[in-house]
Nanobody, 120 residues
Framework: QVQLVESGGGLVQAGGSLRLSCAGS????????MGWFRQAPGKEREFVAR????????YYVDSVKGRFTISRDNAKNTVYLQMNSLKPEETAVYYC?????????????WGQGTQVTVSS
């Protein structure tokens, strides 16, 4: 079992940057593919980015390509989401999640989320 805790959210002006962290517990953390999702008020949860267990493969939703970067440090059991050029419409609760398979399957473990607010 993996427990995930997000941090790094906050209030930022449009065009600013934030780096989110997702700390995982357990010796098996490095064996999981990780993803970041977000959910704005009144909207469905949206996929943002994912990374393979080794970190050599990444994938992004089109709307964040070139602005967001997902990375991981397995020695620290941590996944990061660097977010640059943030937009007000990206205000949401951001969640990290873990699953066994890189490309398919259910994300089995979820964090509690961290709030990101982008002011215009």
């Amino acid at each position: 079992q993996v427990q995930l805790v997000e941090s790094g959210g906050g209030l930022v002006q449009a065009g600013g940057s934030l780096r989110l962290s997702c700390a995982g517990s357990g010796r098996t953390f490095s064996s999981y593919a990780m993803g970041w999702f977000r959910q704005a008020p009144g909207k469905e949860r949206e996929f943002v980015a994912r990374i393979s267990w080794s970190g050599d493969m990444t994938y992004y939703v089109d709307s964040v390509k070139g602005r967001f970067t997902i990375s991981r440090d397995n020695a620290k059991n941590t996944v990061y989401l660097q977010m640059n050029s943030l937009k007000p419409e990206e205000t949401a609760v951001y969640y990290c999640a873990a699953r066994s398979n890189w490309a398919t399957g259910e994300y089995r473990y979820w964090g509690q989320g961290t709030q990101v607010t982008v002011s215009s």
